[in-house]
Nanobody
Framework: QVQLVESGGGSVQPGGSLRLSCAAS????????MGWYRQAPGQQRELVAS???????DYADSVKGRFTISRDIPKNTVTLQMDGLKPEDTAVYYC????????????WGQGTQVTVSS
């Protein structure tokens, strides 16, 4: 079993910045990819950004150039630096991890609220 614990989030004015962090804990596990999804009210959950162990990053078109994902693989952490925030970025952000050992399984964090409003 792997637990994902998120930190960061909160409220910010348009154009501001926030940083989200997520740490995975457990025993005898291997993560292949970590990332962030978000879900706004009445909307489906969508990928924001992800990063594989070999350094490949994927971003939603709506956040390219504004958000940056990074990972500390030995520490099993992932960070999302969000700059130039817009009201449409308002959502609950979820940390996500794909584990390949001991089994192939998706894990999710509990979610953290990000609100962008003037």
């Amino acid at each position: 079993q792997v637990q994902l614990v998120e930190s960061g989030g909160g409220s910010v004015q348009p154009g501001g910045s926030l940083r989200l962090s997520c740490a995975a804990s457990g025993t005898d596990f291997v993560i292949a990819k970590m990332g962030w999804y978000r879900q706004a009210p009445g909307q489906q959950r969508e990928l924001v950004a992800s990063r594989t162990n070999d350094g490949y990053s994927d971003y939603a078109d709506s956040v390219k150039g504004r958000f940056t994902i990074s990972r500390d693989i030995p520490k099993n952490t992932v960070t999302l630096q969000m700059d130039g925030l817009k009201p449409e970025d308002t959502a609950v952000y979820y940390c996500h991890a794909i584990c390949v050992r001991p089994t192939l399984y998706d894990y999710w964090g509990q979610g953290t609220q990000v609100t962008v409003s003037s």
